[in-house]
């Protein structure tokens, strides 16, 4: 059984398209993060939610909207699609102190 | 604030060569510290962790040290393998619901 599983692994859509990456753990964690990792493999924490709740929205544009309809589910849609968009999302969880983020598989969005 | 600061890579070794990659580390209180490991076309993995002063955690061969006093958690290996060749990623959570990485070291391993 996949802990963190996202669909789709591969996205390739046009500029000013609209999208969603779907995320899922099944692992009985509160905590659920989507991490961007460029093309120089920095991983830069998007959003994190705890028990369906917002609690970290670091600076992205708000055409990216995080939606979470229960404790297992973290989605990530993005409107009008960017050139700049292209990057390898992850999402992953956690549980409490002390332990560690569990990760996806991460999905490759090209936008061309 | 908290921040991770890792070797830049990338790294190239010969096989069974000795392995360090550097991570220090800035945090308020006492986070937890972990190194992940990202191999092609995947996600993190964790490697090993350690979430107090002085703890070593371990596995597959690699270690690090909790070094509270160097505010550090440097990866070891002592014989590396082909098969190690993947990008190295040093992080901290400072309360379980957040985790800042290090920019990550890209190690390759040749024959």
């Known amino acids: 059984d996949t802990a963190v599983s996202q669909t789709p692994k591969y996205l390739v859509t046009q500029m000013g398209n609209d999208k969603s990456i779907k995320c899922e753990q099944n692992l009985g964690h509160d905590t659920m993060y989507w991490y961007k990792q460029d093309s120089k493999k920095f991983l830069k924490i998007m959003f994190s939610y705890n028990n369906k709740e917002l609690i970290i929205n670091e600076t992205v544009p708000n055409r990216f909207s995080p939606k979470s309809p229960d404790k297992a589910h973290l989605n990530l849609h993005i409107n009008s699609l960017e050139l700049g968009d292209s990057a390898v999302y992850f999402c992953?969880?956690?549980?409490?102190?002390?332990?560690?983020?569990?990760f996806g598989q991460g999905t490759r969005l090209t936008v061309v | 604030g908290n921040s991770v600061t890792q070797m830049e890579g990338p790294v190239t070794l010969s096989e069974e060569a000795f392995l360090t990659i550097n991570c220090t580390y800035t945090a308020t209180g006492y986070p937890s510290l972990f190194w992940y490991v990202q191999y092609p076309g995947e996600g993190l993995q964790l490697l090993l962790k350690a979430t107090k002063a002085d703890d070593k955690g371990s596995n597959k061969g690699f270690e690090a040290t909790y070094r509270k006093e160097t505010t550090s958690f440097h990866l070891e290996k002592g014989s590396v393998q082909v098969s190690d060749s993947a990008v190295y990623f040093c992080?901290?959570?400072?309360?379980?619901?957040?985790?800042?990485f290090g920019t990550g070291t890209s190690l390759t391993v040749i024959p």
């Open positions: 992080a901290l959570s400072p309360a379980g619901n957040q985790f800042y």
């Open positions: 992953a969880s956690s549980s409490g102190r002390n332990t560690e983020a569990f």
